[in-house]
């Protein structure tokens, strides 16, 4: 299917530029950008990358008649780390997609634990890497969002990727008239609850065990260096283009939150 893909879509996706800039959400791990992503998805003008296209980056536009079915069958409805609703149709984060066509993601981590800070240095921050990795992302990136966009039929996607909040440089290379969503919270709930997901995601999925002082270790020191990442480049982003959300405002009063995105 990859290869038939490649065949059937590839000078088509190489020629296609993408209509409009994307929206894209970004906040730490657990701030609530899940949340706000779904509730955008509800917009009939934004399309998204869906949880069947992350598990299938390389063969979704041919595999949705014959894999999607079987990844709806196997796939539990919930998830481990939250409950929150799982299935094949619904909008998912594409750095799963991106671990799966490239190892210049920082979702390897997750299989390897041991490495999870050295993998958020390399590809959440771009820190000591060569210029040619950055540029094999992108183009990664900029295919996967590009066959999002074919599938959808052009629609404008909205994107939630906690990492890309580390990457604003690099997205705004992609597309400098990209739209910004920032969603900030609590940090001891923010903490506590992102301790729950590197601890759930290690023990089903990791190949390494660590310590939960390791755990607590690197959850802290990303979380500081991801806030100071986004400090030190927000700036980049026109003030016409980024909105600041606090979550537990979203939370408290969702439809004048939603305004206020709107509306900038």
Same mark, same amino acid.
């Given at each position: 299917?990859?290869?038939?893909?490649?065949?059937?879509?590839?000078?088509? !996706?190489?020629?296609?530029?993408?209509? $409009?800039?994307? *929206?894209?959400?970004?906040?730490?791990?657990?701030?609530?950008?899940? %949340?706000?992503?779904?509730?955008?998805?509800q917009d009939p003008q934004?399309?998204?990358?869906?949880?069947?296209?992350?598990? &299938?980056?390389?063969?979704?536009?041919?595999?949705?008649?014959?894999?999607?079915?079987?990844?709806?069958?196997?796939?539990?409805?919930?998830?481990?780390?939250?409950?929150?609703?799982?299935?094949?149709?619904?909008?998912?984060?594409?750095?799963?997609?991106?671990?799966?066509?490239?190892?210049?993601?920082?979702?390897?981590?997750?299989?390897f634990p041991k490495r *999870?800070?050295?993998?958020?240095?390399?590809?959440?921050?771009?820190?000591?890497?060569?210029?040619?990795?950055?540029?094999?992302?992108?183009?990664?990136?900029?295919?996967?969002?590009?066959?999002?966009?074919?599938?959808?039929?052009?629609?404008?996607?909205? !994107?939630?990727?906690? &990492?890309?909040?580390?990457?604003?440089?690099?997205?705004?290379?992609?597309?400098?008239?990209?739209?910004?969503?920032?969603?900030?919270?609590?940090?001891? &709930?923010?903490?506590?609850?992102?301790?729950?997901? %590197?601890?759930?995601?290690?023990?089903?999925?990791?190949?390494?065990?660590?310590?939960?002082?390791?755990?607590?270790?690197?959850?802290? %020191?990303?979380?500081? &260096?991801?806030?100071?990442?986004?400090?030190?480049?927000?700036?980049?982003?026109?003030? $016409?283009? !980024?909105v600041e959300v606090v979550?537990?405002?979203?939370?408290?009063?969702?439809?004048?939150?939603?305004?206020?995105?709107?509306?900038?």
């Amino acid at each position: 299917l990859r290869w038939a893909e490649r065949m059937y879509y590839g000078k088509r !996706l190489r020629a296609m530029n993408l209509a $409009e800039p994307p *929206v894209f959400v970004l906040g730490h791990w657990r701030t609530g950008t899940t %949340h706000l992503h779904n509730l955008l998805s509800q917009d009939p003008q934004f399309a998204f990358v869906s949880t069947f296209q992350t598990l &299938a980056p390389s063969s979704f536009l041919l595999g949705r008649h014959t894999l999607r079915p079987l990844v709806a069958r196997s796939m539990p409805k919930t998830r481990p780390m939250d409950n929150m609703a799982l299935s094949p149709d619904l909008p998912q984060e594409e750095e799963f997609a991106m671990c799966n066509v490239t190892p210049h993601s920082f979702y390897v981590g997750w299989y390897f634990p041991k490495r *999870v800070r050295e993998l958020f240095h390399h590809y959440v921050l771009f820190d000591d890497v060569t210029p040619d990795t950055v540029a094999e992302w992108k183009r990664h990136y900029l295919e996967l969002l590009k066959k999002a966009t074919l599938r959808a039929g052009g629609r404008r996607l909205v !994107l939630k990727n906690p &990492a890309n909040t580390g990457r604003i440089a690099q997205l705004l290379e992609l597309f400098p008239d990209a739209k910004f969503i920032y969603l900030r919270r609590n940090p001891y &709930a923010v903490y506590k609850s992102t301790l729950n997901l %590197h601890r759930t995601t290690f023990q089903t999925i990791g190949f390494q065990d660590v310590t939960d002082t390791e755990i607590e270790d690197n959850v802290l %020191h990303m979380y500081a &260096a991801l806030h100071q990442r986004y400090a030190e480049t927000r700036a980049l982003i026109p003030a $016409e283009n !980024l909105v600041e959300v606090v979550y537990e405002a979203l939370e408290a009063n969702p439809l004048a939150e939603m305004e206020h995105i709107y509306t900038g």
